[in-house]
């Protein structure tokens, strides 16, 4: 094989999809049937059928996280230097609806002002917009028969009110049946945290775990923990209240930017 190109798309591709999916499955636990399918945009679609159940955060048909993370680290494993590059796309219980690629997405950028003047040039000329009849001299108010408000505030359209935006559940007033595993785990990452200065993040927990982790870290010192975020992104945040900062050969190098959509 001296000078041979491995082809991503080749005969030893779906193969390794499947071994690398297996491996990192079973080692977080939650072991899945993978059904593979070649997606219309030339990817290669992949839903997990989980067998004991979903990891945290992730629920069949949605994206989650977790799911995000997962395919960003399988599609890095993959496309190695000198492999030509094919997507894999994780779905949860069902394959994932197709996502436009980023130079999809520039070419129809590119040609929208062209459409968009093409657009304009067909359009007849609309004519102009009467002038505005001078407004009635100001006449008193006329009340409704029985003396209320009057008649041209009543005759008034209510206004259409803004949709409320939804309120994150505070954890801190949440009542939840402790954990004694998941609370020594949480106070241990507290005080690691605290002694190393060091910054950590949960992800992709329930409202029900975020308020159990609060409830975890009362009486660890040296460490604030609060949620952080709105909807799936909301997360658990550990800040040491002296953080140290990272040595430079733990640093990662940098990567190129052309990864896959997450």
Do not use: C
């Amino acid at each position: 094989m001296s000078g041979a190109q491995v082809v991503a798309g080749g005969g030893d591709f779906r193969p390794r999809v499947e071994k690398l999916l297996t491996d990192i499955l079973g080692l977080m636990g939650f072991p899945a049937r993978l059904d593979l399918q070649d997606a219309a945009d030339g990817s290669l679609s992949v839903a997990l059928h989980f067998e004991s159940g979903a990891p945290p955060g992730v629920e069949p048909g949605k994206r989650s996280q977790v799911l995000d993370s997962l395919q960003f680290l399988l599609n890095k494993m993959l496309h190695r230097p000198g492999v030509e590059r094919r997507w894999v796309m994780l779905g949860a219980g069902a394959h994932p609806e197709p996502r436009p690629r980023r130079d999809a997405a520039a070419q129809q950028q590119a040609a929208a002002p062209a459409g968009t003047v093409a657009q304009v040039a067909s359009t007849p000329a609309q004519p102009p917009a009467r002038a505005a009849a001078p407004a009635p001299a100001a006449q008193p108010q006329q009340r409704n028969a029985r003396g209320g408000q009057p008649a041209q505030q009543a005759a008034k359209p209510a206004q259409a009110q803004a949709p409320a935006k939804s309120v994150e559940a505070d954890e801190r007033t949440l009542q939840v049946e402790e954990d004694p595993v998941f609370r020594e785990a949480v106070r241990k990452l507290a005080e690691k945290s605290a002694s190393l200065g060091r910054f950590y993040a949960f992800a992709a927990m329930k409202t029900e775990d975020r308020a159990r982790v609060l409830k975890a870290v009362e009486g660890v010192g040296g460490v604030k923990v609060a949620a952080e975020g709105e909807g799936r992104n909301r997360r658990m945040v550990f800040t040491p209240a002296k953080p140290a900062p990272m040595p430079k050969r733990s640093l990662l190098p940098d990567d190129d930017e052309d990864d896959v959509d997450a």
